[in-house]
């Protein structure tokens, strides 16, 4: 679900350290260039906008309507996302999901979401394709057919969306029902998205009939179009297909409930299984997204939790080391929204302390001026986070399209920008003194749950009685609509000629060090990636100091011999910038992303903590406590779980098999001289490589690399480990073992069935990674069409090929309700068995290398991603002319490549099974068919070696 805040800030928050005060930039940020778009409204009410960018081979088809969760009918909460599922069945002219045979099986995608105030559609295609998407998004808009099966189906699948991310998921409930639940009184907002298993339950076929009737309409739509199209040609086609769809006479119904002022706090106290840290979350009310003030409160929304410089993390997290994670949320919308403050408490601090913390920051922003370095930081920050939000096609028509829902305005986000450029500290203040005063606060401490307590341990946290809501009045007679008859259907129209991509064109060159540098340029924004890739990752952890490299790594960032860890985030985040570091297996990595005239000082920054990290002990300290944090969270998620444990069994001791951010354990026994080893084993001038992505010339990279690299040493000095048993590189294959993990209470099954695979150096890896598309990669793939499409007994399915300098794991998985839990693995055994013994016609052959190939190039469409393909194909030792040979490799793959490829190594007798869940509801079914199943409790399980005791 999308927020405005998101588009603007970027959804994700980066790891975070503290801020030491540095000058306030002397020349102001240059403003963004505006999105160039064309826009018309048809006559029946469909607002078209359309974005040409002749630069990509792909296009990009939105279509979002003006209906959310709050207009779930009353006693139907989670009903717009339900529908939002239905979209994908049949259409009059379309049988159910040819929608992923139009997308995924010619090498694009698409997905949807539902938000508060919109449903949205998205498909990213081959140019060619483009005909063919608005013929089918005009027929499920005009001729969607509901029908039973299909009804039941996706009914079962949403359910299993709400187990796995609402009941199975650490704080799941927090953020998805008791966030709103908390924050209206009135206003339907307060419902959550995903709705409740009895509203779900009670939803009836008739009831989908007329939501698609009273909101699918061309008068309720917004259809926008980005990427490489002929504006002429588009605009026939969008008349030939949606100008003939009727607009309904009957009003649309909307949303016109005032949310009264809060005036007073409210506070709750929760307590829920599978918690493993508290957590405590304070909300405030803040206006409408198109409020004058709402630029204010994006730029205090950056000041608070934007970068590793941030008021929040510096304060609790860095400096007090009070909470695991403490962030910011601006859930702005076409109506009243909320600022959220949350912190996640570190091991053994109360959600007591971390409230009184979160209101200890808020109140600075009351009573104090945010200093001119903040505010220009924080100003900065969103302008690189918009740019990177513009680098697809996708990207741009999605802040169109969110302009215009939301705010009713496609020029909304380029004035919002605009307007943050002239936000002062006055203001920010006064946003802050305005709304976000203590009476007008909604707090939840979130705690876990206490077995030993015998009386009622909840506050009552439900949708008010106040909430209003409406039931859904079907809008005069709605024509059922039926599947067209094979002689009456109308196919979608064949493919035009395909416009050819190319795979991003590599400069190399090497500093006198004997440093690599590659650089790959990308002139259409003004942006640049520089990513320093190592050769030393987790596959050289010591065997019982699993975690290392990744501590390693995170640990560059945090303080050189002569920065500290706030300067450093101070200064790169001062320039727009975000800067993070990293460890795979294969390698460890640095990386920054800045606008492309912040290069050099950033350079500067990232070649400082590259070649001259300290480690000192308190900075130590502090990441090894938040890593452990981490990992209890991670270990109550049972699917998360789940892969932890399958690779260890698949893998035994090998050195892809222990975690790669280590146990409990293992961190506890990591050492500074560890660490020092470690680096100095890795980070090496001769044997890393620079990568330089973005608005930049060759000649220009070569003077930024000898600048800030031309004097590291190149000494190749190998560091051994003294007294430390190393982890071997082969070792013989673990036999097959079925595996459960006992968690009481877990909301959903976790299932994995894996077995050891191959390096990607390897000949099969090709016709490998073909087969495991077939099997478990896409929509279309076969798990999740017998899983989920067939089935309902899950969100999803699917399975993955991990190949590095060593043999990984191959991995099927899903995540099931706990009864569930034995036939999903027997449908996975059984497909990975078919794929082995059958040949793969060639028609579906085609479909799934037609996902690798869009894959691949979806993920060299910006900056980021570029860098993050060529510096994989480093550590892997890969020469990077395979980047050119990609498509051509995938494409010679024939049936009998993939059938060999599967018959080796998806064999399901040399696979192992694991289950995380609540056993008691599938131990007794699964074991009557592993009778010699072993069964370990969720709280004895050891992953510091494959014995997992």
């Known amino acids: 679900m999308l927020s405005r805040a998101a588009l603007l800030l970027g959804a994700a928050l980066l790891p975070l350290t503290a801020a030491t005060a540095q000058p306030a930039p002397t020349t102001p940020a240059p403003a963004i260039k505006p999105i160039a778009f064309t826009e018309r409204t048809l006559a029946n009410g469909l607002r078209v906008y359309a974005i040409r960018d002749t630069t990509t081979p792909n296009v990009s088809v939105q279509v979002w309507y003006d209906v959310g969760s709050k207009d779930d009918p009353a006693g139907r909460s989670g009903f717009a996302h339900m529908f939002e599922h239905l979209m994908f069945k049949a259409t009059r002219n379309l049988v159910s999901e040819q929608f992923d045979r139009l997308t995924e099986d010619v090498g694009g995608n698409n997905n949807a979401s539902t938000n508060d105030d919109y449903t949205e559609y998205h498909e990213t295609i081959p140019a060619n394709h483009l005909q063919r998407l608005l013929f089918a998004e005009a027929d499920r808009m005009a001729a969607l057919v509901v029908e039973p099966k299909s009804f039941a189906s996706e009914r079962d699948v949403v359910k299993e969306e709400l187990r796995q991310n609402t009941n199975a998921r650490p704080y799941g409930k927090l953020f998805s029902l008791y966030f709103p639940a908390v924050s209206y009184m009135r206003h339907p907002y307060a419902r959550g998205t995903i709705g409740s298993l009895d509203n779900l339950e009670s939803a009836q076929i008739d009831d989908v009939r007329a939501f698609h009737a009273t909101y699918y309409r061309p008068d309720n739509a917004v259809l926008v179009v980005s990427g490489n199209f002929d504006a002429a040609q588009l605009d026939g086609w969008v008349d030939q297909y949606f100008a003939k ?343 460890s990595s640095v990386e920054v992303t800045v606008k492309s005239d912040q290069a050099s000082p950033a350079l500067a920054i990232l070649a400082d903590v590259a070649r001259n990290p300290v480690f000192a002990p308190e900075e130590i300290e502090r990441a090894r406590a938040q890593t452990i944090d981490g990992v209890q969270v991670a270990i109550k998620n049972p699917s998360q779980l789940g892969g932890l444990v399958a690779a260890r069994v698949a893998l035994g001791d090998a050195p892809y098999a222990h975690p790669l951010t280590g146990t409990p354990t293992s961190l506890k026994a990591i050492t500074r001289a560890d660490i020092e080893r470690a680096y100095a084993q890795a980070w090496k001038a001769d044997t890393a490589a620079l990568v330089l992505v973005g608005d930049v010339t060759p000649t220009a990279a070569k003077a930024l690399a000898e600048q800030s690299f031309g004097t590291w040493d190149g000494s190749t000095a190998e560091i051994q480990y003294e007294d430390v048993p190393r982890r071997p590189i082969v070792r013989t294959i673990p036999k097959p073992r079925v595996v459960v993990v006992d968690m009481p209470g877990a909301g959903q099954a976790g299932v994995v069935v894996a077995r050891p695979g191959i390096a990607r150096s390897d000949p099969a890896y090709y016709p490998a990674a073909v087969a495991n598309t077939v099997l478990g990669g896409g929509f279309s793939s076969r798990l999740n069409q017998e899983i989920r499409i067939k089935r309902g007994l899950a969100y999803g399915a699917g399975s993955s090929l991990q190949a590095g300098r060593l043999p990984g794991v191959v991995a099927a998985r899903t995540s099931t309700k706990n009864p569930s839990a034995p036939e999903t693995v027997s449908i996975i055994l059984a497909e990975m068995k078919r794929l082995g013994a059958e040949p793969v016609s060639a028609a579906e052959l085609d479909t799934r290398k037609a996902v690798l190939v869009g894959n691949f190039g979806r993920a060299t469409e910006t900056t980021g991603g570029i860098a993050g393909t060529v510096g994989g194909y480093v550590v892997q030792g890969l020469p990077l002319s395979e980047l050119g040979q990609y498509t051509q490799r995938v494409s010679a793959v024939d049936p009998a490549a993939v059938q060999a490829a599967a018959a080796k190594l998806l064999d399901p007798a040399a696979a192992s099974v694991v289950v995380v869940g609540d056993a008691k509801l599938f131990l007794p079914e699964l074991r009557k068919a592993y009778p010699n199943v072993e069964v370990i409790g969720a709280d004895v399980l050891k992953l510091d070696s494959a014995a997992l005791r």
Do not use: C, W
């Open 245 to 587: 769809i009727k607009r309904p006479a009957t009003p649309i119904p909307r949303v016109t409930v005032a949310e009264p002022e809060r005036t007073k706090a409210t506070h709750y106290v929760v307590h829920e299984a599978n918690t493993p840290l508290p957590a405590v979350m304070i909300s405030y009310p803040i206006p409408a997204d198109n409020h004058p003030d709402g630029p204010a409160l994006s730029v205090l929304n950056a000041v608070l939790s934007q970068g590793e410089s941030s008021r929040l993390y510096e304060s609790l997290v860095y400096r007090d080391q009070l909470a695991q994670s403490a962030e910011s949320v601006l859930d702005s919308k076409q109506g009243p929204g909320n600022l959220a403050v949350f912190a996640i408490l570190a091991g053994g601090k109360t959600a007591a302390a971390g409230e009184t913390a979160l209101r200890r920051e808020v109140a600075r922003l009351r009573d104090t001026p945010v200093s001119a370095a903040e505010l220009a930081e924080a100003k900065n920050e969103i302008l690189t986070s918009a740019l990177q939000a513009r680098e697809t096609a996708e990207g741009k028509g999605r802040t169109i399209a969110s302009s215009v829902i939301i705010d009713g305005d496609a020029r909304a986000a380029d004035r919002q920008l605009a307007a943050i450029g002239r936000v002062t500290a006055a203001d920010v203040q006064r946003v802050a003194a305005k709304y976000l005063r203590d009476q007008r606060s909604a707090t939840i401490q979130y705690l876990p749950e206490d077995a030993a307590a015998k009386a009622p341990q909840n506050d009552r946290i439900e949708v008010a009685d106040t909430v209003v809501v409406t039931p859904l009045v079907a809008p005069g007679k709605i024509e059922v609509v039926t599947p067209a008859s094979a002689a009456d259907r109308i196919a979608p129209p064949p493919p035009a000629a395909a416009i050819a991509a190319a795979a991003p064109v590599t400069h190399e060159f090497a500093l006198a060090n004997g440093m690599r540098v590659v650089v790959v340029e990308k002139h259409d924004l003004p942006l640049l990636t520089a990513l320093l890739v190592a050769q030393g990752g987790g596959a050289l952890d010591p065997a019982n100091r699993a975690g290392l490299g990744n501590l390693t790594a995170d640990l560059l960032t945090k303080g050189t011999k002569t920065r500290s860890a706030t300067e450093i985030a101070r200064q790169i985040e001062s320039l727009g910038g975000s800067i993070s570091s990293d460890a795979s297996f294969d390698g």
